[in-house]
């Protein structure tokens, strides 16, 4: 049974660009979080999604927009991309919203 | 908006030596999570504890929730260098999504 599996693992942006990164939750799993982790940091609250809909969003800019899928995966899409969004971005997925998180790898963003 | 802070920022200690990171909350919880993350690595969920004076035990760790619902604690005893990592509580306090705290840095010298 495949855990949290998130694409791509690093990446390289420069500033302006746009970024998608992607998730596959665990299986059995309906709902997916996203987190931005700043090196040292804990991981902030991006947004939730729960039945294709974006249900609880955190203190994050309109650049940052996501999508949830039939089959459950998501994306978290990043618009003009600033040096400050260089982190490590983490994918969790639970049963609900009220469960244990399950967190993916994460994908490494840096912006230059 | 809703902010979760841990104590002490980073500990280092003997092995054998016991641990605790403490977790406070400014609005009150109707639940908190734990999660440990090594090094290069990512959260992975611990425990989570719901009700008021809640205490929880796992070998080692023991987890307690506040009367108030607004603080938790996390008490390792007999480190051991297995414990190494940063130990975040994360809390909710609509029931949905969880704030992560700013994280306890446990370095366990052998």
């Known amino acids: 049974d495949a855990g949290v599996t998130q694409s791509p693992t690093h990446l390289i942006k420069t500033r302006g660009q746009q970024v998608t990164l992607r998730c596959s939750p665990k299986?059995?799993?309906?709902?997916v979080s996203w987190y931005q982790q700043a090196l040292g940091q804990g991981p902030q609250f991006i947004f939730q999604?729960?039945?294709?809909?974006?249900?609880q969003r955190g203190n994050f800019p309109d650049r940052f927009s996501g999508h949830q899928f039939p089959n459950y995966s998501s994306e978290l899409n990043v618009n003009a991309l600033l040096l400050g969004d260089s982190a490590l971005y983490l994918c969790?997925?639970?049963?609900?919203?009220?469960?244990?998180?399950?967190f993916g790898e994460g994908s490494r963003l840096t912006v230059l | 908006g809703q902010q979760v802070m841990q104590i002490p920022q980073y500990q280092h200690v003997q092995e054998g030596e016991d641990f605790t990171t403490y977790c406070n909350s400014s609005?009150?919880?109707?639940?908190i999570q734990w999660y440990k993350q090594r090094p290069g690595g990512h959260p992975v969920f611990l425990i989570q504890?719901?009700?008021?004076?809640e205490v929880k035990k796992q070998k080692r760790l023991t987890f307690q929730f506040g009367e108030a619902k607004k603080n938790s604690s996390l008490h390792i005893t007999a480190t051991q260098t297995t414990d190494v990592g940063t130990y975040f509580c994360?809390?909710?306090?609509?029931?949905?999504?969880?704030?992560f705290g700013t994280g306890t840095s446990l370095t366990v010298i052998p």
């Open positions: 994360a809390g909710s306090s609509t029931g949905n999504q969880f704030y």
């Open positions: 504890l719901v009700k008021s004076g």
């Open positions: 299986s059995g799993h309906d709902t």
């Open positions: 969790a997925s639970s049963v609900g919203w009220t469960g244990e998180l399950f």
């Open positions: 999604y729960y039945e294709e809909e974006e249900r």
């Open positions: 609005t009150t919880l109707s639940n």
